[in-house]
Every structure is written in structure tokens, then in C-alpha cells.
Nanobody
Framework: QVQLVESGGGLVQAGGSLRLSCAASSSILSLGIMAWHRQRPGKQREMVAQITRGGTTNYADFVKGRFTISRGAENMMYLQMESLNPEDTAVYYC?????????WGQGTRVTVSS
């Protein structure tokens, strides 16, 4: 069973940056297309960015130009977040872009202060 562990969140001021990491129990490449999602307080979970096996990326309009998704070592994926604003405050998760999902990790909380 695939396990996903997110890390790297924290408290940051508006305009700041954070780098999130996703560690998978299997090679990220073998998992196919992977994505970062987030759940803002009181909102539904939404996809933020996705990356294919070949490295093609796609971003939600609300993060385009500010966030960068990438793969690292065999079982790692990252989300570089720049120019953060308070609306980016959320718990961030990695998983496949669409159902069926792997078991969700605990996520990593990002709080952006104004």
C-alpha cells in the first residue's frame, strides 16, 4: 500500500516562500501522474498542480506563475511556493490528480499571515 508523507509547511508572511516535500513509499515515477492538492479552511479540497511521468506540469490558475511542482529523487516530489498570500493558507497534500486516490497522508499545514 502506497504511503504518502508531506512536510515543509509552516507559518510565513505574505510575499514569502515555502518548499513542500512529498515522500512516497514507492517511486513517484511508478505512481504515474502525481499532484499537489490543498484544503483551505471551510473549503473543499482542490488540486493545485500536477506532474506527469515525463515531467509535464499543469497548474491551477490561482497558483500559476507562483508555484512550481517538481520531482526529485526516486520517491520525492516537491512544491515550491513563491509570493504566498493569505488565501494560500491551507493543508497541502500530495496524491494522484483524480480518483482513485492513494490513502491520504496527514498533509502539511501552510499558514500565510498578512
Amino acid at each position: 500500500q502506497v504511503q504518502l508523507v508531506e512536510s515543509g509547511g509552516g507559518l510565513v508572511q505574505a510575499g514569502g516562500s515555502l518548499r513542500l516535500s512529498c515522500a512516497a513509499s514507492s517511486s513517484i515515477l511508478s505512481l504515474g501522474i502525481m499532484a499537489w492538492h490543498r484544503q483551505r479552511p471551510g473549503k473543499q479540497r482542490e488540486m493545485v498542480a500536477q506532474i506527469t511521468r515525463g515531467g509535464t506540469t499543469n497548474y491551477a490558475d490561482f497558483v500559476k506563475g507562483r508555484f512550481t511542482i517538481s520531482r526529485g529523487a526516486e520517491n520525492m516530489m516537491y512544491l515550491q511556493m513563491e509570493s504566498l498570500n493569505p488565501e494560500d493558507t491551507a493543508v497541502y497534500y500530495c496524491n494522484t490528480p483524480l480518483s482513485p486516490y492513494y490513502p491520504w497522508g496527514q498533509g502539511t499545514r501552510v499558514t500565510v499571515s498578512s
